[in-house]
Every structure is written in C-alpha cells, then in structure tokens.
C-alpha cells in the first residue's frame, strides 16, 4: 500500500539555527502534502502545505521543497526558537484527500 | 467557535465494555475522519466519510464501527473493547476541492483496563 517515509525520529537542533525534516512517499498519484505540529499532550495543527504544481513554498520561518522525480518532500524550518520544539508530521494524499498517509513523525527539539 | 469538538476528552474502561466517542465539526467541511495515534504516535487512518457516505475503510477489527448521521457529525463505537485499544483517537474534518487543510479535534484518550 501507499507510504510515507519519515526519515529523521528525532532531530536536536540549537536555537536559531535550522532544521530539516526528509520526508519520502511511494504513491505517484500524491499531489497534497501537509505537514502537522504537534505539542506535547496536544492534537495535531497544521503548519504548512504544499501541491503538486509548485516545488518551494515559504511561509515566514517554514519552507516546503517538493521533488517530484524523486517523490521526496522536505520541511525547513529555519531560525529555530524554543516553541518550535514539538512532533513534526509529513503526509501525503490524492487531490480527493480522502485518504491522508501519515509519516510517523520527528520529534523535534530545539535546544538553548 | 468554527472547529472540530470531541467528546470525551479521556475514557477509562474495562476489556469488554462497548464505548462511543462523537466528533463534531461547524466548519462546514464535507469530509471527515477517525485515525488512531498509538503510544508511539503513529497515526493511522480508520475511516473517513464525505457527505455521510463511507469511503475509506481500513483494516480494523469489526468492534470498530463509524456512525454518521450528516456530514457534521462522525462518532466511532467500539463494541467490545481491548487493552491494543488503548490509544489517542483523533477526529478530523476537510473540505475537499477548496484548497483547505486538516483540522483536527482535541482527541480522545482510551485508556482499557
């Protein structure tokens, strides 16, 4: 079945300065992919997207890069602070989004 | 207030007691869903409806059925509990073509003794 790969469980960065998160999917028919934050002892919100027919998206700190070729996505969150410090979600779906596939997530954790 | 409202937020029961847990949405999205994040924090997808209609059904066991009465409203029954149910169930909620992303509820915390 379809899959999404998170390569990075845990990834210790210092504040201000970036972290990357890699995130691979196998499903050629993916053209969604959202990325989710969760805090500790929280649900899950959402930070960030991006579509197929883009390849960089930038929202303030957070910037998405999508290749295609190599159905590879990543989330750089760049000028760390301490509040980024949580469980970074990547997933991946069809236009219809009926069915979102969920990395298993990296915890992130930005130290001072 | 717009979002998705879970109830209850944590339950504890015993192997065998059947539970339901209800999702609501005033967004006005069309499409809902039930994931499981287990004590990992995998997430993985159980159901999803759209417009009160089943379109997603994942490999659960039968004692897990969705009940949708419109397109507001998801709630999940499970009929006789087991400890692997222990978990986090969130409910989640998007409108499909509209460029809108996930929402999801607070969740639900089941705890089986």
């Known amino acids: 079945g379809e899959k999404v790969e998170q390569h990075e469980s845990t990834l210790s960065v210092r504040e201000g300065d970036s972290a990357v998160i890699n995130c691979t999917y196998t499903d050629t028919a993916s053209s969604y992919f959202p990325w989710y934050k969760q805090e500790a002892g929280k649900s899950l919100h959402f930070v960030i997207d991006i579509r197929s027919n883009v390849d960089r998206k930038q929202s303030q700190r957070l910037i998405v890069l999508l290749d295609k070729k190599a159905k590879r996505f990543s989330l750089h969150i760049t000028a760390t602070q301490p509040e980024d410090s949580a469980i970074y979600f990547c997933?991946?779906?069809?236009?219809?989004?009926?069915?979102?596939?969920f990395g298993k997530g990296t915890h992130l954790h930005v130290l001072p | 207030e717009t979002a998705v409202f879970q109830t209850p937020n944590y339950h504890v029961t015993q192997v065998g007691n059947e539970v339901s847990f209800n999702c609501k949405q005033t967004?006005?999205?069309?499409?809902m869903y039930w994931y499981k994040q287990d004590s990992k924090k995998l997430l993985k997808i159980m159901f999803s409806y759209n417009n009160k209609q089943l379109i997603v059904n994942e490999t659960v066991p039968r004692r897990f059925s969705p009940q949708s009465s419109d397109k507001a409203h998801l709630n999940l029954r499970i009929k006789s509990v087991e400890p692997e149910d222990s978990a986090v169930y969130l409910c989640?909620?998007?409108?499909?073509?509209?460029?809108?992303?996930?929402?999801f509820g607070s969740g639900t915390r089941l705890l089986v003794i």
């Open positions: 997933a991946a779906s069809d236009t219809n989004a009926y069915k979102v596939i």
């Open positions: 967004l006005g999205h069309d499409t």
């Open positions: 989640a909620s998007i409108q499909q073509g509209a460029n809108s992303d996930y929402t």
